[in-house]
C-alpha cells in the first residue's frame, strides 16, 4: 500500500483468507466467552484480533491458518477473563509487599470481612434505642485495650490518619505551624511524603535541627505564637547511623504539655508485638508510644498489624474527639468490610494467638526448619529435572516501610545462573503469577511468604522452567 493505491493483488489474496468475524464469535461462543464476559466485549476483542492480522497481512505477511487465529482471539478472550487484579504468589521473601497488597489476612479475618459485605450491618445502627449509632465505635473498644490509649479511631489508612490528625489538631490557628525533625522528613514508598501531607492539612511545616541532629532546645526555640502541633514520625524505611542525635517521646511530650500544643506520632508500620522476640531488633511499640504521652500516634493496618488496609489513631480522648468531629473525617472514612476485619484481626492479639494466627506474624516466626523442609519439599515434587537447582541460605525483608536493614535467615530454592530476567517474566506469566527475585543472576524462591496450598503450584512451575 506504500504507493497509496491499495493492497498488492497478492496482499488481497491473502486477505480473503481471513476468516469472518462471524466465525471468530461462533468459537468464542463455543468456548463459554459470551457467558462469562457478556457478548459486547467479545465482539470486540474478536474485532481487534482481526484488525490487528490484517495489518499484518497487508504489511506482506500471509494470512493465518483459521486455527491460529481463533487461539489468538481465545487466549486473548481468557486473559479478559482473568482481569487485573489476580492472585499471586508471593515467592519473593517480602513479608509486606506494599504491590502485592501488603498483609494477606488471616482465615478468621478474611470470614469476617466476606460476612460483613453480603447483609445488612448493624454499622451504624443502635440496636438498643433503635436509633442512628456510631460507625467508629466497633473496632474502638478493642483497639484501647490494646494499645492502652483512651481513644482510637479507625480511617482509610494511615495517610488519612496523619492528614486528619494533622487537619483536625492544627484547627485554631490560621494556618497552623507543625514542628518536625528535619530528620523526619521521610518519603515512605509510593510517594507518600510527610511534608506534601501536611501542606494538605493546610498546616504550616517548619523543620528544626539538622539532618542528623535534633535537639529539644531545637523545638524549645523554634515554638512560636503559631505553633500547634509537634510531629514525630517513624523513619520506616531508612535508617540513621552514626553521628545522630534524636529528641526521645518523653521530652517531645514534656514540651508540648508546658506549651500547650500536642503530640503527633506517625509510627507508620505501628507493631503491637515486641519485635525483638522475632529476631527483628527492637521497634517501638503502640503501648509504648501511648504510655510515653503521645497526643496521637498514627499507624496503619495492614503492615505490621497484619490486617486489612485502615489507618488508625489512638492516643487520648481530647485529641481523638478533636479528630472525629473534623469534617475531613467524612472523607476517610472507613468501611463496614475493613471495620469487620480490623476487630476480627485484632481479636487475634486479644486471644494471644497473634503469632500462630495473623500470617503477617506467621510469616515472620517460622523457623529455618521449616523453610528449609519446604525448599526441599518443591525440588522433590518438581522431579529430576529440578536437581539443578540448589537450596541455598538467603535472607527475606519484612518490607512495609518496616524495619529497614532486618533481615531474617531463610533457604532459597536458586534456578542455575543466566536468562534470570527472562525467568522471572516466564513465572509471572503463569497462572497463578510466581512472583520471584533475582540475586546473583539466578532467580531465587523464598519460602517464607508461599502460603500453605500454594506449594504444588509452586513446584508445578519449577517442573515447567526445567523442561
Ligand atoms: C507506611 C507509612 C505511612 C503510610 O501509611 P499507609 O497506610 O500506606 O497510608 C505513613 N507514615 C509512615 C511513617 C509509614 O511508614
Given at each position: 500500500m506504500a504507493d497509496g493505491t491499495g493492497p498488492s493483488p497478492q496482499a488481497a489474496s491473502e486477505l480473503r483468507k481471513l476468516q469472518s468475524?462471524?466465525?471468530?464469535?461462533?468459537?468464542a461462543e463455543r468456548a463459554g466467552f459470551s457467558a462469562r464476559l457478556g457478548h459486547g466485549r467479545v465482539v470486540e476483542a474478536a474485532r481487534q484480533v482481526l484488525d490487528r492480522y490484517r495489518e499484518m497481512v497487508l504489511s506482506g505477511a500471509p494470512?493465518?491458518?483459521?486455527?491460529?487465529?481463533?487461539?489468538?482471539?481465545?487466549?486473548?478472550?481468557?486473559?479478559?477473563?482473568?482481569?487485573?487484579?489476580?492472585?499471586?504468589?508471593?515467592?519473593?521473601?517480602?513479608?509486606?509487599?506494599?504491590?502485592?497488597?501488603?498483609?494477606?489476612?488471616?482465615?478468621?479475618?478474611?470470614?469476617?470481612?466476606?460476612?460483613?459485605?453480603?447483609?445488612?450491618?448493624?454499622?451504624?445502627?443502635?440496636?438498643?434505642?433503635?436509633?442512628?449509632?456510631?460507625?467508629?465505635?466497633?473496632?474502638?473498644?478493642?483497639?484501647?485495650?490494646?494499645?492502652?490509649?483512651?481513644?482510637?479511631?479507625?480511617?482509610?489508612?494511615?495517610?488519612?490518619?496523619?492528614?486528619?490528625?494533622?487537619?483536625?489538631?492544627?484547627?485554631?490557628?490560621?494556618?497552623?505551624?507543625?514542628?518536625?525533625?528535619?530528620?523526619?522528613?521521610?518519603?515512605?514508598?509510593?510517594?507518600?511524603?510527610?511534608?506534601?501531607?501536611?501542606?494538605?492539612?493546610?498546616?504550616?511545616?517548619t523543620e528544626v535541627g539538622t539532618t542528623n541532629r535534633t535537639y529539644l532546645s531545637d523545638f524549645e526555640q523554634a515554638a512560636g505564637e503559631r505553633t500547634r502541633i509537634l510531629l514525630s514520625v517513624h523513619r520506616s524505611n531508612f535508617r540513621l547511623s552514626g553521628f545522630v542525635h534524636e529528641v526521645a517521646l518523653p521530652e517531645l511530650v514534656g514540651l508540648a504539655r508546658a506549651r500547650g500544643l500536642w503530640v503527633v506520632d506517625d509510627l507508620g508500620s505501628g507493631t503491637l508485638l515486641e519485635t525483638a522476640r522475632f529476631g527483628l531488633g527492637a521497634e517501638p511499640t503502640v503501648q509504648e508510644r501511648i504510655r510515653a504521652g503521645a497526643d496521637l500516634v498514627t499507624f496503619?493496618?495492614?503492615?505490621?498489624?497484619?490486617?486489612?488496609?485502615?489507618?488508625?489513631?489512638?492516643?487520648?480522648?481530647?485529641?481523638?474527639?478533636?479528630?472525629?468531629?473534623?469534617?475531613?473525617l467524612r472523607a476517610l472514612r472507613v468501611d463496614k468490610v475493613t471495620l469487620a476485619g480490623l476487630s476480627a484481626t485484632l481479636a487475634h492479639y486479644e486471644r494471644g494467638e497473634a503469632a500462630e494466627r495473623i500470617p503477617v506474624w506467621r510469616a515472620i516466626a517460622r523457623s529455618p526448619e521449616s523453610l528449609r523442609e519446604q525448599v526441599e519439599g518443591w525440588r522433590a515434587m518438581a522431579g529430576a529435572a529440578a536437581m539443578v537447582c540448589e537450596v541455598i541460605e538467603g535472607r527475606s525483608e519484612v518490607g512495609g516501610g518496616s524495619l529497614p536493614e532486618v533481615s531474617l535467615p531463610t533457604s532459597l530454592m536458586a534456578f542455575p545462573p543466566g536468562g534470570a530476567d527472562a525467568r522471572l517474566a516466564r513465572l509471572r506469566r503463569?497462572?497463578?503469577?510466581?512472583?520471584?527475585?533475582?540475586?546473583?543472576?539466578?532467580?531465587?524462591?523464598?519460602?517464607?511468604?508461599v502460603l500453605p496450598g500454594e506449594d504444588q503450584a509452586v513446584a508445578a512451575a519449577i517442573a515447567a522452567e526445567l523442561r
Open positions: 468475524t462471524d466465525r471468530l464469535l461462533r468459537a494470512a493465518p491458518e483459521p486455527a491460529e487465529l481463533e487461539r489468538t482471539l481465545l487466549a486473548r478472550l481468557e486473559e479478559d477473563a482473568r482481569g487485573t487484579l489476580r492472585q499471586v504468589i508471593n515467592a519473593t521473601g517480602v513479608v509486606i509487599h506494599t504491590n502485592l497488597g501488603r498483609a494477606p489476612l488471616s482465615e478468621e479475618t478474611a470470614a469476617a470481612m466476606a460476612h460483613a459485605s453480603q447483609g445488612y450491618l448493624s454499622l451504624e445502627y443502635d440496636l438498643e434505642k433503635g436509633t442512628r449509632g456510631d460507625r467508629y465505635r466497633h473496632a474502638e473498644a478493642a483497639l484501647c485495650r490494646l494499645t492502652g490509649a483512651e481513644a482510637a479511631l479507625a480511617v482509610n489508612n494511615n495517610a488519612a490518619a496523619v492528614l486528619l490528625a494533622l487537619a483536625a489538631l492544627g484547627e485554631g490557628a490560621a494556618p497552623a505551624e507543625v514542628l518536625v525533625s528535619r530528620g523526619q522528613l521521610v518519603e515512605i514508598g509510593g510517594g507518600f511524603r510527610i511534608p506534601d501531607v501536611l501542606r494538605r492539612s493546610g498546616a504550616t511545616l496503619s493496618g495492614d503492615k505490621l498489624l497484619g490486617g486489612p488496609q485502615a489507618g488508625i489513631l489512638a492516643g487520648r480522648r481530647e485529641a481523638v474527639s478533636v479528630a472525629r468531629s473534623h469534617p475531613l503463569r497462572d497463578p503469577p510466581v512472583i520471584a527475585r533475582i540475586e546473583e543472576d539466578r532467580v531465587v524462591l523464598d519460602p517464607r511468604t
